[in-house]
């Protein structure tokens, strides 16, 4: 089965085909919504989505390729919500953990949402890089926002203090999805690891 990345340009940037993937994503996150990972099948989305079950192969090659994808266009949804705001807080801490926070309250208000998009991004593998980067480059780009408003010549370790705390903090959120942590020891882990990182 050929990926979205075999649809030509044209395909890919016609109106049609925009809301043809979103209907499909639209659609994901209502299934994962209900009833977690398990519910998102990829016949249920072809159906929902009012699209044919191989058109749905071609954009997404797999359950884990689209609900990846969803994850990423939840963070495109939380970074463009943020990228006009100032972030409250004094201390470039108590900015990310003001983000982290609202993200966090955010995803833990739909959990079975959060179990189904947690569980894919877990279970990835490298024919999800290209999606997986998306995610990365979304969640750095909004701590880094966080840490240093209005710097726009970041260093290589401030990009690289960002990934480890996103990374710490999807870990926090399995721990949480699986039930080995409570919410608030998400919260508790990420006070800990953003203090230590940014030393301020």
């Known amino acids: 089965m050929s990926s979205a990345n075999s649809l030509s340009v044209e395909e890919l940037g ?10 499909i994503l639209d659609a994901t996150i209502a299934l994962a919504s209900k009833g977690g990972f398990d519910a998102v099948q990829m016949r249920a989305v072809a159906e929902q989505a ?7 192969y071609r954009y997404f090659p797999s359950k884990i390729h689209l609900l990846v994808s969803a994850l990423g266009r939840e963070f495109e949804r939380a970074e463009a919500a943020t990228r006009d705001k100032p972030i409250p807080g004094d201390t470039a801490h108590e900015r990310v953990m ?10 833990q208000g739909d959990p079975h949402l959060t179990e189904a998009l947690t569980r894919a991004f877990m279970f990835a593998d490298a024919s999800v890089q290209s999606e997986i980067h998306t995610v990365g480059m979304l969640l750095s780009t909004m701590l880094t926002r966080a840490m240093h408003p209005g710097k726009e010549d970041l260093t290589d370790d401030d990009v690289a203090i960002a990934r480890v705390i996103g990374d710490v903090w999807l870990s926090a959120l399995v721990g949480w999805v699986t039930g080995r942590t409570s919410a608030g020891d998400v919260t508790k882990q990420m006070d800990v690891a953003v203090r230590l990182l940014l030393r301020d």
């Open 14 to 23: 016609s109106a049609a085909q925009r809301d043809r993937r979103k209907r």
């Open 98 to 107: 003001f983000l982290l926070n609202r993200t966090t309250k955010g995803l």
């Open 50 to 56: 009012d699209v044919a079950l191989g058109t749905l």
